[in-house]
């Protein structure tokens, strides 16, 4: 135990005065004082209570203070929401705190009247209840917070939790008034339906990475947040592995540029892409401007005054050099050197990436090794529009270029001679596998025509059909249903196909207002009978076909 300052400041005046014994008993103190060994009462000196600080005046308070939450809270005027006895929020409205007023004067009158009595009938200190004569309000905020802490997620005993969905409850489980904040917005529940799209505004050359949700429910349909591209986006695709290894929530998009940026989407308004995978090699340029801000700042150190003025008045008259010589810009290591116009993630081995481009290339990325691609396959002579990872088996990979080949990859084979390829009659304008027939690959003509191999023999079509005269630019098999194929045309119409049998058929076209011509189609994975598309009208088109009788 140590000591405090007035203590020993006690002791000290005890001994100067030779008092001993137990300060406590009768004979040395009490009502009597403090005695000496003589019997002699030991005068202690009185003290100023002005002198002391605020918070050791303890016989300072007003007496007409109504609560000490209110020495503690300017509460002022309340309207709004307030725990009322029960412990829910209720609305108070304007007028009834004077009557609250008014009958605390009253009660106030009555417990005079009987004699002063009402400090007999106050709570003790177990019965009495902070909660229930308190006016403050009180909102939760901030709920993942409290979620983290274990405190007010999920508790009984009459307090307010939130459950699953994000629902403020009772402790008896009723539902309340649900509270509305910038943070239920940006909150996501295990209901909403998420949507990547990459859209441009052609009048203002302005390009976003858009994330989209749905809500079913409701029927709700919102941006979440969206990210400012530096090109026309071209291609996008969606994996959960970043840099570090680490699981996350992933971007890749292809531009006309050279590099594949990779934006990170559980950050709200980033500046820059997490990293990128090839493109223009900006090292000798940074360094050389970071360099010159050194040198002019340790150059500036040793200047006067006048010698600044006159080294600012010659540094404006310079024309400013270029970063690198040559007038070409320099490409990082085995980057593409054509616009990216395909792109895969791999589900199986989640760290790869494939890519396709204008150059006639195709490259597989390591995004845990983003400094140069591990392998780069030239098995086309014309631009490939098209990649796709095989499902399940995560070496096997498909492509589809502009001269008119559908190609099968193996890239465990680096040089690329382990190629399978098949001839159609137009460019390839997509490409996908069957989930459920995992030897069966679809590709879309530029005429239309939709044809199905069997991987195994390429040299002979198992089926083909004609979607439209406008051509078929997207194909996607519906994950949870088999047999079930859609197709998205520039005649702004989404077909679904049955091509479970020998030969496929038509079971619905419908037009997507609104979205205008169609470049892009995909079914939901969650949810079986939800598709989406996306065309020149810079809008998400979304088909529940739920209603679709010849569907359902």
């Not at 892409?273 to 340029?285: E, I, K, W, Y």
């Not at 998400?540 to 679709?548: A, C, R, V």
């Amino acid at each position: 135990y140590q000591f405090s300052t007035g203590e020993m400041s006690m002791l000290e005046k005890l001994a100067e005065n030779n008092v001993e014994g137990d300060l406590t008993s009768p004979e040395t103190g009490g009502e009597k004082g403090i005695m000496n060994k003589s019997g002699t009462k030991v005068e202690m000196e009185e003290v100023d209570i002005s002198t002391l600080p605020s918070d050791l005046r303890m016989d300072s308070y007003d007496d007409d203070a109504t609560d000490i939450g209110q020495l503690l809270v300017n509460t002022g005027e309340m309207v709004g929401t307030h725990l009322g006895p029960d412990g829910i929020p209720q609305e108070q409205v304007e007028g009834e705190e004077e009557d609250d007023d008014e009958a605390m004067e009253g009660d106030n009158g009555n417990d005079d009247e009987d004699g002063g009595e009402s400090d007999d009938d106050s709570l003790s200190d177990d019965e009495y209840d902070p909660m229930h004569d308190d006016p403050r309000e009180y909102v939760p905020t901030d709920t993942a917070a409290l979620a983290a802490m274990n405190i007010g997620f999920k508790s009984g005993g009459g307090q307010l939790y939130f459950d699953d969905e994000k629902n403020l409850v009772g402790g008896e489980g009723e539902e309340v008034e649900e509270y509305d904040s910038d943070e239920e917005d940006t909150n996501l529940r295990p209901t909403d339906v998420l949507a990547l799209c990459a859209t441009t505004d052609t009048n203002d050359d302005f390009s976003t990475l858009e994330v989209y949700v749905y809500e079913p429910p409701t029927g709700n349909l919102y941006v979440h947040h969206d990210i400012t591209l530096p090109s026309f986006p071209l291609c996008v695709a969606w994996g959960d592995v970043g840099m570090d290894g680490k699981a996350g929530s992933f971007a890749a998009v292809g531009t006309f540029e050279k590099g594949i940026e990779v934006w990170n989407l559980d950050v709200l308004d980033p500046l820059e892409p997490s990293f990128t995978l090839g493109g223009v090699d900006n090292t000798m340029a940074e360094n050389m401007a970071a360099q010159a801000m050194i040198d002019d700042y340790n150059e500036q150190r040793n200047l006067s005054k006048k010698e600044k003025n006159k080294k600012r008045a010659d540094k404006k008259k310079q024309e400013p050099k270029a970063a690198w010589s040559g007038g070409e810009e320099k490409l990082l290591p085995g980057s593409h050197t054509d616009a990216v116009m395909g792109l895969s993630w791999n589900k199986v081995h989640r760290q790869v990436i494939a890519s396709s481009s204008a150059d006639c290339t195709v490259k597989l990325w390591d995004v845990t090794n983003p400094t140069e691609p591990a392998s780069t396959f030239t098995h086309h002579s014309g631009k490939v529009n098209s990649v796709a990872f095989h499902g399940t088996e995560g070496t096997i990979l498909a492509t589809g270029g502009f001269d008119k080949q559908v190609c099968v990859v193996d890239g465990r084979v680096a040089d690329g001679s382990a190629v399978r390829k098949a001839k159609i009659t137009s460019d390839v304008e997509d490409i996908c596998w069957d989930p459920f027939k995992s030897e069966c690959l679809v590709a879309a003509g530029e005429d239309g025509k939709v044809s199905c191999w069997d991987v195994r023999n390429m040299s002979q079509k198992l089926w083909e059909f004609d979607g439209g005269e406008y051509g078929v630019s997207s194909v996607n098999f519906n994950p949870s249903v088999s047999g079930m194929l859609a197709t998205a045309s520039v005649d702004k119409s989404v077909g679904i196909w049955d091509v479970g049998g020998s030969q496929p058929k038509c079971v619905i076209k419908k037009e997507m207002a609104g979205v205008g011509k169609l470049y892009s189609v995909s079914f939901y994975e969650s949810q079986e009978l939800l598709l989406g598309c996306g065309g020149t009208g810079g809008q998400l088109g979304l088909w529940e076909m739920q209603g679709e009788s010849c569907i359902v």
